[in-house]
């Protein structure tokens, strides 16, 4: 039987971060339809909301169920608002390692939401499901998503010459893909804070009122 990550909600101070349902569906298209996500990753452009009902009751459930990895929309606490997503993907079981892609909506930049979330979902993986490596790839120029990396403690490894595809607008509003080098990074356990959180003796996760986490919430 193929490994499969756990059915869950993290919650930080600000943040619960859980599976996507179907009330996410119009803002997630308004969210992927922002110019920054547009250029920096591969998402259709238009995004639909056809293509947002395609990724929450389909693309997004099957990462989780094929092992290959999870898919957790990221909302404010108080509101509940879609603040963005964490990926984990390209997971490797016999090695305990993954790849962690994220991204936030144009209103809630400059809070450090994409850093609590990831670091939230880090302690998680570590903690509670053992993993020993989290890797993660960021366009040459996508500083704020290098800003994130460090944030969390990870460790620069290298670079991937024209490794990747970014989109650059051109003069008459067209998006043009142009390629790029991409940066790793990784972390491992020893690279996190101590700080926020320890697994709990029934298999859950107990950090210290910083993080929390719950298996097959819904």
């Known amino acids: 039987m193929t490994p499969t990550f756990p059915d869950i909600s993290i919650s930080t101070e600000r943040l619960v971060l859980r599976a996507y349902e179907e009330a996410d569906i119009p803002a997630l298209a ?122 969390i403690g990870c460790v620069s490894e290298g670079v991937l010459r024209n490794a990747g595809i970014v989109r650059s607008q051109t003069e008459d509003g067209r998006w043009a893909e142009i390629r790029t080098d991409l940066l790793v990074w990784s972390v491992l356990p020893e690279d996190l804070d101590e700080g926020p959180g320890q697994a709990s003796g029934d298999g859950g996760y107990d950090a210290h009122a910083d993080f929390s986490a719950y298996a097959d919430w819904r």
């Open 30 to 151: 308004e969210m992927m339809n922002d110019e920054l996500i547009i250029a920096w990753t591969g998402v259709p452009q238009p995004y639909s909301q056809d293509d947002a009902r395609a990724f929450v009751t389909g693309t997004a459930p099957a990462e989780r169920e094929s092992g290959r990895g999870i898919v957790l929309a990221v909302t404010e606490f108080l509101t509940q608002r879609l603040v963005g997503t964490v990926h984990l993907h390209n997971t490797d079981w016999r090695i305990r390692g993954s790849e962690v892609g994220y991204l936030t909506a144009a209103w809630a930049r400059g809070e450090g939401y994409a850093s609590e979330s990831v670091q939230a979902v880090c302690h998680w993986l570590f903690t509670d499901q053992r993993f020993e490596r989290l890797e993660l790839r960021t366009a040459a120029d996508n500083t704020a998503s290098q800003q994130v990396a460090q944030k």
